[in-house]
C-alpha cells in the first residue's frame, strides 16, 4: 500500500472549518484513501474515504486532488471534540490483505 | 456504525501470568478481525489479522506463540497474551470488518494492558 505524510501538528479554532492535508504521491488507480481519528486512549473512528470523486458525510468532506497525489479532509466547523489524532490511509481492496496500515497521523489541537 | 466492543477495558497483571482480551462484533458478523498494540504516542502497529475459522496471519516480528488469537466465531476474537512482561504492557485495540471487499473497518474501544 502506498505510503502517506502528514504534518505532526495543528492547532484550530473553534467554530473554524479545518483543512488537514495529506500526500500520496505513489497512491496507484485501485487504491482508496481513507480517514480515521483517534481520541486519546480510544478506539480509532472511521471518518470517510474515497476513490476519485470528493464525498462528503456527516463528519466531514473530502477532497481529493485531481492526480490523486494528495487529499484534504475538511471539518467544516471544528468543536472542541474534535481535538484527536487524524490519520490518512490509502488501502487497496482485494479480497485478500487487505489491511489497514497507520502511519503518524496529524495531532490536532481544537482551541476555544 | 456498527459497533465493536472490547473486554476488559483495562487489565494489571503480574509478570509471568497470562491475559486474555476478547473481541466482539455486537451489531454485525465479522468474517476478518484485526489486532493492534499501541505504545504511547505512538501509532497503531498491526499484530495479526484472523479469519472466522482459520489460523491468524501474523505480522512480521509478531511472535504467534506469545500472542494466542482465536476467531472461533463471526462475533468473536480472543487474544491471549502468554506469559506477559512489562514490556507487553501496551494498548491493544482490535477491530472488525464484516466482508472480504467491504470497504469499512471498525475498531473496538480498546484494552489497556499493564504487566508489573
Known amino acids: 500500500d502506498a505510503k502517506t505524510t502528514q504534518p505532526p501538528s495543528m492547532d484550530c479554532a473553534e467554530g473554524r472549518a479545518a483543512n488537514l492535508p495529506c500526500n500520496h504521491s505513489?497512491?496507484?488507480?485501485?487504491?482508496?484513501v481513507y480517514w480515521y481519528r483517534q481520541i486519546h486512549s480510544q478506539g480509532p473512528q472511521y471518518i470517510i474515504h474515497?476513490?476519485?470523486n470528493n464525498e462528503t458525510n456527516e463528519m466531514a468532506s473530502l477532497i481529493i486532488t485531481e492526480d490523486r497525489k494528495s487529499s484534504t479532509l475538511i471539518l467544516p466547523h471544528a468543536t472542541l471534540r474534535d481535538t484527536a489524532v487524524y490519520y490518512c490511509?490509502?488501502?487497496?481492496?482485494?479480497?485478500?490483505?487487505?489491511?489497514?496500515?497507520f502511519g503518524g497521523g496529524t495531532r490536532v489541537l481544537v482551541k476555544p | 456504525g456498527a459497533v465493536v466492543s472490547q473486554h476488559p477495558s483495562r487489565v494489571i497483571c503480574k509478570s509471568g501470568t497470562s491475559v486474555k482480551i476478547e473481541c466482539r462484533s455486537l451489531d454485525f458478523q465479522a468474517t476478518t478481525m484485526f489486532w493492534y498494540r499501541q505504545f504511547p504516542k505512538q501509532s497503531l502497529m498491526l499484530m495479526a489479522t484472523s479469519n472466522e475459522g482459520s489460523k491468524a496471519t501474523y505480522e512480521q516480528g509478531v511472535e504467534k506463540d506469545k500472542f494466542l488469537i482465536n476467531h472461533a466465531s463471526l462475533t468473536l476474537s480472543t487474544l491471549t497474551v502468554t506469559s506477559a512482561h512489562p514490556e507487553d504492557s501496551s494498548f491493544y485495540i482490535c477491530?472488525?470488518?464484516?466482508?472480504?471487499?467491504?470497504?469499512?473497518?471498525?475498531f473496538g474501544p480498546g484494552t489497556r494492558l499493564t504487566v508489573l
Open positions: 477491530s472488525a470488518r464484516a466482508g472480504r471487499a467491504y470497504n469499512e473497518q471498525f
Open positions: 474515497g476513490l476519485k
Open positions: 490511509i490509502v488501502r487497496e481492496v482485494r479480497a485478500a490483505g487487505n489491511k489497514l496500515t
Open positions: 505513489t497512491i496507484s488507480g485501485n487504491e482508496y
